[in-house]
């Protein structure tokens, strides 16, 4: 069994800037390393199974629930499903880094929760609902009907913000980047 060590959680509604924040963390704090999740949805763009996602069928998902193989999971949008595989987080701590996290709202509260003090639940802010869907519309990934279904969901999950241990505000980026690095760096000192 591997020693336990610290897990940094960046939740927010999709479109929020979540993913561009750990991803610039990743680049900046050597002792980190990113929890690959698995999906059943399909790559997007230039993601990569084994990087971005570990992209699997929903019956090997399912195997995997029934197995226990999920410390969390969610079917995050309907037919979508979306874990973290215990085996990953192991193999992180294993290598002796913390473990951060790219997860929706439920699955970060829900790694808190189970983690206690050992994690960091961060909240990222969007300035707003309308500017939240600017920049999801901006991205350019989804269908008309997934950024319906993103943006429904998004307006429930602001509401959760309180419950994370920080609200994080992404007004302009590198204002967000940079206090985002002080605060895991800290965490990671203590
Ligand atoms: P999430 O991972 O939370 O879904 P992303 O990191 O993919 O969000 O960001 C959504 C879009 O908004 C991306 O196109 C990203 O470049 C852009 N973005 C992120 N933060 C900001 C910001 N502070 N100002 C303007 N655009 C931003
Ligand atoms: P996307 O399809 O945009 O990559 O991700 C959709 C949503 O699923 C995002 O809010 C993302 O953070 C979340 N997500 C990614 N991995 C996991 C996971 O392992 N568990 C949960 N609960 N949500 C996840």
């Known amino acids: 069994m591997p020693e336990e060590g610290k897990l940094i959680i960046f939740s927010a509604p999709s479109g929020a800037g979540k993913t561009t924040i750990v991803q610039y963390l990743l680049t ?6 990113f929890s690959i999740s698995a999906t059943t ?32 999971f969610e079917e995050v949008y309907s037919g979508t499903f979306y874990g973290t595989l215990r085996e990953e987080i192991e193999r992180i701590w294993a290598n002796g880094k913390a473990v951060i996290f790219d997860i929706d709202v439920e699955g970060g509260l829900h790694l808190k929760r189970k983690y206690g003090e050992a994690a960091l639940a961060i909240f990222v802010q969007p300035p707003s609902l309308e500017v939240l869907k600017e920049r999801l519309t901006g991205r350019g990934t989804d269908s008309k009907e997934k950024l319906q279904e993103r943006f429904a969901k998004a307006e429930k999950e602001l509401n959760y913000a309180p419950q994370f241990d920080i609200i994080l505000k992404n007004h302009d980026l590198q204002t967000a980047c940079i206090e985002a690095e002080q605060l895991v760096s800290d965490f990671l000192r203590k």
């Open 28 to 33: 900046k704090i050597p002792d980190l390393e």
């Open 41 to 72: 949805r399909p790559a997007r763009g230039d993601e990569k199974h084994g990087k971005d996602y570990y992209f699997i069928s929903k019956e090997e998902f399912l195997h995997k629930i029934a197995k226990k193989h999920f410390v969390e």
